[in-house]
């Protein structure tokens, strides 16, 4: 096959494995189309030289399971449909290669749980289908790291509840369908979505739903509640903007009991959609024309005659009968509540001044944030080994004892977070080795608690923002913190320095240290860290960038962000190193004049250079070309001379005045495709292109180990905002 094929169609073949390097001969593939081809394995490495492809097409196949890291490589893929396969199980890491993904089809599979983080890795998605399934789980952290999802389908499956935990992991998401669940019943504050705008809850078995049930999703203007089995409604308390509320298809009673919702209606505009089932005089009525004196109980005759039998309340609970969702019974400590159904227990704020006892045993959430524990003796967690998410945010927590958490064997996340604890004790985290997620910011900590780490080897995200740690050293984490981690976040502590070998022996991805005291960019400290993908630097008094900064993580860096530094100049070699797998960078809110050549970095999806009060002469023309010919909308303002102040860089035209004889354009601010013209083996599409993307192949990295299933990988916390 030609090498320089950029689509390629094996629709309706037998292809059954896709086995390692597959497509190596053919690198350009941008559109691939795999449907009905018998897969049933994509092997690892199946995909890895395929670094320019912008879709495949799996549907219609017979895979069923999804590996750890099945989609190495496709690291610009926009859209993966895998659609009418016999998917049952995700893998945790089967998408952290699709950084740039915006739509990902899993309908019409065979999936009953998604475990948490199931979608780790996917920075950019838009629209997650999980139609036509057999869900009827989704672990609290299933969708958490989806910062960019705004449209989600969970239609046609066997969800009974809503799964509000889960939901609110999920800050964008303005459209939502759920129709075609079980679900009989939402209760108080089941929608709690900030952005959600449009909502889909018909075809359901809705009996009943609380006047509160919307009141966390304030920006809603359309709720599709049609046949279900509805016969009252009340005024819907929360959302000022509803201007649909579709209820066709539900058995809606018209009597005076519907008066306060038309009233509701007419008050906010809020059209009704559907007819009244009852009375007969009623019968099909529609509920917009159906006017409030027609909604009529019974007189006041009859119902004193009926007082013994409640009178109007009789009627109205005749008419309407009880359909609140019947909670299961289980044993649960005072003053908390236990949900057994959704494995959920909650003492959030009750005061409690010990760790209370006696959860279900199957509890997997246990939220005890906001009470007053100061001080967690050794076991204060009995019975509780199938918990996985653990709160004590805001426990005024001092000290932890060595053991405390003995025999919570499944916990995976604990928050920590906004305590009093300055040290901790080197045997605190005995008996929790899956620990994953540690949250430990917003307490007092003056150094980097190494020692306590070393008893949990699968350790992949630790959070320490919000402390008082002012130097890392290499006693700090060397020997002490598990090869498994990942991500270190230690953004707002007091740090001047971080000193060589305090990264040693791990393999950081991402590492955030923006909000502390540094002067200047931790060079050699970063020598140490091989493998770092992502850097934050800023909000540091770092004034000068010098040479070859970022050189020693320039093989794997991808994102880097140094805004509002105070940063006076960077060295024209500040980025060298650094080429087509840099996707991120931004340096806004400094006080640059100028920059240095940023030709190299073909593969920027975000850039940043906003608020830098630039010098627009011609020494800024190599920066005009490079915007001129890189498909980014690049924001960049003059700050210098007066008279152009303010304006776009893209827009002046003093730069027409500069002599056009000191660097060849073809030679300044090009990338290299544009130089190589007499290349043959390339095709015409890419020598005319202005930005050249190259398969990104960093240097083998090591990998925690497999994980049993449902149990998460690291979670991306990544602001991927696009200029």
Known sequence: ??????????????????????????????????????????????????????????????????????????????????????????????????????????????????????????????????????????????????????????????????????????????????????????????????????????????????????????????????????????????????????????????????????????????????????????????????????????????????????????ESRGAVPATARPKPTARCPNNCQCDAEAHHATCEGRGHTKVPRGFPSKTQLLDLRDNHFHFLPASSFPGTSHVVSLHLEFCKIHEIESGAFQGMKNLLYLYLSDNDLTSLDPRAFAGVPNLTYLHLEGNRFAKFPGSALSLLPNLFVLHLERNAISRLEPAGLLSTVSPTLRELYLSNNTMASVARGALNSTFIEVLHLDSNQLTEVPTHALSDAPHLEELNLSRNSIRLVGPKAFQPISRSLKRLYMDQMGTEKMSKDALVGLGP?????????????????????????????????????????????????????????????????????????????????????????????????????????????????RPVNPKQRKHPKERPHGQPVKAKTTKNKQT
């Open 581 to 693: 797998g840099l996707r991120a960078l931004t340096v806004r809110g400094n006080q640059l004049k100028e920059l240095p050549d940023l030709s190299p970095l073909t593969g920027l999806e975000v850039v940043d250079l906003r608020d830098n009060p630039l010098l627009c002469d011609c020494a800024l023309l190599p920066l005009r070309r490079w915007m001129e010919n890189v498909r980014l909308e690049v924001a960049a303002t003059c700050g210098q001379p007066a008279e152009l102040r303010g304006q776009q860089v893209r827009d002046i035209h003093v730069f027409k005045a500069c002599p056009e004889s000191k660097t060849p354009p073809e030679e300044r601010n090009f990338p290299e495709p544009r130089r190589q013209k007499k290349k043959k083996s390339k095709p015409s599409a890419l020598k005319s292109s202005k930005v050249q993307i």
């Open 1 to 314: 096959m030609d090498e320089i094929t950029l689509r390629l169609d094996l629709r309706n073949n037998n292809l059954r494995v896709l086995s390692r390097g597959a497509f190596a001969h053919t690198p350009y593939l941008t559109h691939l189309n795999l449907q009905r081809c018998g897969i049933t394995t994509a092997k690892e490495g199946a995909f890895r030289t395929l670094g320019r492809l912008l879709s495949l097409n799996l549907a219609h196949n017979k895979i069923d399971v999804l590996y750890q890291e099945a989609f190495d490589g496709l690291s610009s893929l926009k859209e993966l449909h895998l659609d009418y396969n016999r998917i049952e199980e995700i893998q945790p890491g089967a998408f952290t290669q699709l950084g740039v993904l915006n739509l990902l089809g899993l309908t019409h599979n065979q999936l009953v749980y998604i475990p948490n983080m199931a979608f780790q890795g996917l920075q950019n998605i838009k629209w997650l289908r999980l139609s036509h399934n057999s869900l009827n789980n989704l672990a609290p952290e299933a969708f958490t790291g989806l910062f960019t999802l705004n449209r989600l389908s969970l239609d046609h499956n066997e969800l009974q509840f809503f799964p509000t935990q889960t939901m609110t992991r999920l800050p964008e998401v303005t459209r939502l369908d759920m129709s075609y669940n079980p679900m009989t019943y939402l209760g108080e504050e089941s929608v709690t979505m900030a952005k959600l705008t449009h909502l889909y809850l018909d075809h359901m078995s809705l009996q009943d739903l609380s006047d509160q049930a919307f009141s966390r999703a304030g920006l809603l203007s359309r709720v599709d509640l049609s046949h279900n089995q509805l016969r009252y409604l009340e005024p819907l308390s929360g959302p000022k903007k509803i201007t649909v509320l579709n209820l066709t298809g539900n058995p809606i009673y018209c009597n005076c009991f519907l008066r306060p919702l038309k009233r509701w209606a007419a008050a906010g505009g809020v059209k009704l959609l559907g007819a009244c089932a009852g009375p007969p005089h009623l019968s099909d009525e529609p509920l917009q024309a159906v006017t409030p004196p027609n909604l009529r109980c019974r007189s006041r005759a009859e119902a004193l005659t009926e007082e013994g039998e409640g009178g109007e309340e009789q």
